[in-house]
């Protein structure tokens, strides 16, 4: 057993070493993907709080009363100075003391600093379709309602500005376009410029520019007024086609909220990296981390888990291949003899032995014993149940289910078993119009017709006659001891029963069932088939002369004529 099971351990060795490097790699990846989350999470939180009050500002400040009123009537001076009074409030607000106010109608551009410069001359100038520095305004009046976010970074002077473009509409109808901008230049220094080993984080729009990064030549400058430049988007970061398909489908579902952040294993310059992203709803950025695994979570570290694994699982086989065979193997060989033993009909050694010790071996032993004796018991049990079984299954092969009666095999065989020398009648009854009673009261009806009618029967001849089904719709009866004169008076006994009284249906109605019937007597001797061929002539002619009736024939019969008897 110890070889066996030194062999067993070395050619499990293999696969248990794929199955730890399995394993490792999943938690390298669970942890690795809870890191992502959490540093995605940390990213989208960190540094925002000033840039979404700022936006928010601005979404207030595109929803007052004051600027859509003076949007519409921008001539009319009471509502310009309510309007440039409300700019002028929020002004003081906005974290940068600046705004600007584009109204559509006439493309006046207003612009107020931080210092005050233009108290009373904020209109600046004309936006116009023709100049290419105006061209950010139409670009935003056609991303619809809404704030959105347009980076403008000058890599000169390592500032970074991120103006807030809310646009004004009333229905379909656009007013204009207000907002104001923030310096974001220490912000993407403290998030994207933090020093973490394998972490690069970024942010990025909708269409992937990058809007802030480490290396500033990734930055898209100006991405709502320039054709995004494929070295400036994160899809140029990532190798394979379908990681970048993958990273789409990444800020599709982080952007329609179906998941707070997401994250995947891509090629990133030639290295498995995990990529997670987050979204930023209120500002339509998303933040991309992109992470080496290998730098942050060193699988060196679980080496010595690896070996002290395979130390324990070594000490441990050997261990319990020695008690194995002690405890077991040992005491089953002392089993088996007393298995032999129990063959030839002695159970004393496995009774000892079961009685020695109550472990699993022992109690095994008393069992073996205790189950040839319960086997011999349930076996003669058994073998009478199968007698009784029998017994009832005989029983129902010769009676008819539906009625209780006897079926055309239990007639058969009481036919047969009736004494031979003694004259008997015989009577084959046959529901009139049977079909009718089914076509206007159902199947059902007819059911209850033909256990009534078999009752009837049985109830008019007693303890005289034996009665079965033996057909559909046909009945037969067999009368012991009976004579021409004793026939006439059971037929008219049977028809009696039958006609006086309407059969009540399961559903409250009644139906009057009448028969008609085929008698004759049987000569000592006769075969049955001979006999209900008789029986079946007379019914036919009871039946052929308008049914409700019954026709006798005396056939065979010693010192009779052969004539037919109509009742």
């Known amino acids: 057993m110890l070889i066996l099971v030194l062999i067993g351990t070395l050619a499990v060795a ?90 559509n109608g006439s493309g006046n551009y207003y612009f107020n600093d931080a210092t005050n410069s233009y108290a009373g001359d904020q209109l600046r100038y004309v936006v116009n379709p023709g100049n290419p520095r105006d061209a950010w305004y139409y670009s935003t009046v056609a991303l619809g309602e809404g704030c959105h976010l ?15 473009n809310c646009v004004i509409r009333e229905g379909k109808r656009v007013l204009g376009v207000l907002g104001t901008g923030i310096d974001l230049t220490s912000f993407i220094q403290e998030v994207v410029n933090i020093p973490q080993v394998g972490v690069t984080s970024m942010f990025v729009d909708r269409n992937g520019a990058v809007q802030a990064h480490r290396d500033q030549n990734m930055v898209d400058l100006r991405s709502l007024t320039t054709e995004m430049s494929a070295e400036r988007t994160v899809f140029s970061l990532v190798d394979r086609p379908e990681d970048q398909g993958a990273l789409q489908l990444l800020m599709n579902e982080v952007a329609s909220g179906s998941v707070v952040a997401g994250s995947r294993f891509m090629s990133v310059a030639g290295k ?53 065979k002690r405890t077991v193997l040992d005491r089953l060989k002392r089993l088996e003899i007393a298995v032999h033993a129990a063959r030839a009909g002695d159970y004393k050694p496995a009774l000892a032995m079961g009685a020695g010790t109550r472990d699993e071996v022992g109690r095994l032993s008393a069992a073996f014993t205790e189950m040839a004796v319960a086997v011999s018991d349930h076996t003669r049990l058994l073998e009478a149940r199968v007698r009784e079984r029998t017994v009832e299954l005989e029983a129902l092969a010769f009676r008819d289910v539906q009625t209780g009666i006897a079926n055309r095999r239990g007639f058969v065989a009481a036919f047969d078993n009736a004494a031979p020398l003694d004259q008997r009648g015989l009577l084959l009854i046959d529901i009139d119009h049977f079909k009718t009673v089914n076509d206007n009261f159902g199947h059902a009806a007819g059911d209850v017709v033909i256990s009534e009618v078999a009752r009837r029967i049985t109830t008019s ?20 001891e009976n004579a021409p004169n004793r026939l006439h008076a059971a037929v008219l006994a049977v028809m009696a029963s039958i006609g006086d009284r309407q059969v009540s249906l399961p559903d409250g109605r009644s139906v009057t069932v009448s028969v008609s019937v085929g008698a004759c007597l049987v000569a000592p001797g006769q075969s049955l088939e001979t006999t209900v061929e008789a029986a079946d002539a007379a019914l036919y002619k009871a039946k052929h002369e308008g049914r409700n009736r019954a026709n006798i024939s005396e056939v065979g019969m010693p010192g009779l004529p052969n004539v037919k008897r109509q009742v």
Not at 465 to 475: K, L, M, P, T
């Open 14 to 103: 293999v696969p248990a070493y794929a199955a730890f490097n399995w394993m490792v790699a999943a938690t390298v990846i669970k942890l690795g993907t809870l890191f992502a989350e959490k540093q995605v999470l940390y990213d989208r939180h960190r540094g925002l709080d000033a840039l979404m009050r700022e936006v928010s500002l601005a979404e207030a400040l595109a929803g007052s009363q004051s600027i859509r009123d003076w949007a519409n009537a921008e001539n009319d001076p009471v509502l310009k100075r309510r309007g440039i009074a409300e700019l002028e409030h929020f002004r003081q607000s906005f974290a940068d003391k600046s705004y600007f106010f584009v109204i």
């Open 150 to 164: 347009n980076v403008d970074n000058d890599a000169n002077l390592r500032v970074t500005k991120v103006w807030m």
């Open 272 to 324: 498995e990296m995990l990529v997670g992203v987050g979204y930023l709803d209120r500002l339509g950025w998303f933040n991309v981390t992109l992470m080496d695994m290998d730098s942050i979570i060193d699988k060196r570290l679980f080496v010595p888990i690896g070996l002290l694994l395979a130390l324990v699982a070594g000490l441990v086989a050997t261990v319990l291949t020695l008690l194995f």
């Open 461 to 480: 001849l007693g303890s005289n006659g034996i009665s079965a089904r033996w057909g559909g719709d046909e009945f037969i009866v067999l009368l012991p």
